[in-house]
């Protein structure tokens, strides 16, 4: 009787069935609940938020909390044919067709929307990118006037690179390579060049950053993939290069089966959605990869399984492993993989894969049932915010703003939603420089973050602008100068309170 129990329990409960598919919730958008007391904001438009301490666990939050990419298909319809009785459905879908309108418009171009690539190749040649077609067209004052109230004060600059061109080309115009640059460049070849490569100080130079032409191996070193020892990397590499492509031979063939079909099925509608902006990942042979990727590492690690956002992490190994084949003056986003031997391109793969469970391997316990790390490190900057600002955690508070509701994508895709790829692979320079940088300084990093807004996040006065402000913030036009700023905050702020004993305290 016991074991009809048990069987009934985990068929009737499938999703809670640790290695199942744990879907992203997160900062998309307020929650809504008909059943809830609803609190009016100006315009007529309905939205309210719940004190953190009646849901026990996350995936009862989820259940009123929805991302964008969790409505399947038959949601939508479900979703369009039954509106809350309570809510005007024609001001909602309107309203809602605006925003999603005016997001889109500012992912694809800040300052003024053209035409997205929808398919990775047209008439056989990969598109350019929106970014790179932004750079010789004049920007529009009023559709930045009309769209964006809150970046009137930002100066009007060109759009660089999605994936920066140059490792150390900045949003402020800096020169692409000073006499510094290039002295710290020699010193990595020196360290890399060594018999025996001193870990310790190429974490030390990597902090400030590393320069493109030598962060795929120094990333490879970083990570743990590659050994110290110069004699030993070429056999270490062809040892796990093999021993993926094994795993493809022995488990891939599987992802059709029954047990393994809607991991499989949900990475393969994820896939296309990874930096929808970037021509690069729009290619047919670039997703395959990232499936085979994805699906081998989610086998392997039952106790999380696949789970949306892991795909975002898979990419910025991936473009670092693939600018070594690419010219200094090209543009990695818009590189056509094709071009390159199949060698070379199951090496990145392999590489990519590797590198990338590495990190998982620190951070699991974000991905794994219930996802307590990323529970347990939203708590964490909630305390952290209240000693380091009282005035900004005052104001979330005042407008009932959970920090769950902005910082869980936070922590679950480790900044990438929030930032440019080319500031997410500099602010990876530091991370894997630093001792737990994913895991524990990842935490200082969105605080100093989050005071970086201070000033906006003050002047908005309702539940929905707060929302909105902390779900799409400004910044497309970050580059080297403005990641650099915020690591020296964030480190600043580790150095204050890390090992203070009132850190936590309420």
Same mark, same amino acid.
């Given at each position: ?168 080309q900045n949003a402020s115009g800096a020169p692409l390579m000073t006499v510094r640059e290039k002295t710290r460049l020699e010193k990595f ?68 089966? $029954?047990?393994? /079909?809607?991991? =499989? @099925? ?6 296309? !959605?990874?930096? #929808? %902006? ?123 703003? $959970?920090?769950? /509701?902005?910082? =869980? @994508? ?6 990438? !939603?929030?930032? #440019? %790829? ?85």
């Amino acid at each position: 009787a016991m074991a009809s129990d048990k069987k009934q329990f985990w068929k009737k409960n499938a999703s809670r069935v640790p290695g199942s598919i744990q879907p992203v919730y997160g900062a998309q958008h307020p929650p809504l609940e008909a059943r809830r007391p609803r609190k009016k904001i100006k315009n007529n438009l309905i939205f309210h938020s719940f004190p953190l301490d009646i849901f026990s666990h996350t995936d009862e939050f989820a259940m009123n909390t929805r991302d964008a990419w969790d409505i399947s298909d038959n949601e939508d319809e479900e979703f369009s044919a039954a509106p809350s009785p309570n809510l005007n459905s024609k001001l909602a879908m309107a309203t809602a067709t605006q925003v999603l309108q005016n997001h889109s418009r500012l992912r694809e171009n800040p300052e003024r929307c053209q035409s997205c690539p929808e398919h990775g190749q047209h008439n056989g040649k990969v598109p350019k990118s929106s970014s790179a077609a932004q750079l010789s067209q004049p920007a529009d004052d009023s559709f930045v006037r009309n769209t964006l109230p809150k970046q009137r004060s930002l100066p009007l600059r060109p759009v660089i690179p999605l994936v920066a061109r140059i490792s150390d080309q900045n949003a402020s115009g800096a020169p692409l390579m000073t006499v510094r640059e290039k002295t710290r460049l020699e010193k990595f070849k020196q360290l890399l060049a060594s018999p025996s490569t001193d870990l310790e100080e190429l974490r030390k130079q990597s902090w400030s950053g590393i320069p493109r032409a030598v962060r795929p191996v120094t990333w490879r070193l970083l990570s743990g993939y590659l050994p110290a020892n110069m004699e030993r990397r070429e056999n270490t590499l062809q040892r796990k290069r093999d021993e993926y492509f094994g795993f493809i031979q022995q488990y891939y063939n599987s992802r059709n089966e $029954e047990h393994h /079909q809607d991991t =499989f @099925r949900q990475i393969h509608i994820d896939i296309p !959605r990874t930096n #929808p %902006l970037i021509p690069l990942f729009q290619q047919p042979s670039v997703q395959e990869i990232f499936e085979r990727i994805l699906f081998i590492w989610a086998i392997r690690h039952p106790a999380s399984g696949y789970v949306q956002g892991i795909n975002d992490l898979v990419t910025p190994f991936f473009v670092v492993f693939l600018s070594e084949f690419v010219a200094a003056e090209e543009d990695v986003e818009n590189f056509d993989v094709t071009t390159l031997p199949e060698d070379v391109l199951k090496n990145i793969e392999a590489d990519s894969f590797w590198c990338m469970s590495k990190l998982l391997d620190g951070i699991q316990d974000n991905y794994t049932f219930a996802q307590p790390g990323i529970q347990k490190k939203v708590k964490a900057l909630e305390k952290l915010i209240r000693r380091i600002d009282e005035r900004v955690h005052s104001h979330f508070q005042r407008y009932e703003v $959970e920090y769950l /509701q902005f910082a =869980f @994508r936070w922590m679950n895709n480790l900044l990438m !939603r929030e930032l #440019p %790829l080319r500031c997410t692979i500099r602010l990876w320079d530091t991370y894997q420089a630093e001792a737990e940088g994913f895991s524990h300084f990842h935490l200082y990093v969105c605080a100093a973050f989050l005071i970086k807004w201070k000033k906006e996040i003050l002047e908005e006065r309702d539940f929905q602008g707060l929302l909105m402000l902390l779900q799409n913030l400004p910044t497309i036009h970050w580059g080297n100068e403005e990641v650099g700023l915020l690591l020296a905050e964030a480190y600043r702020l580790k150095y204050m309170f890390a090992d203070a004993p009132n850190h936590y305290r309420p």
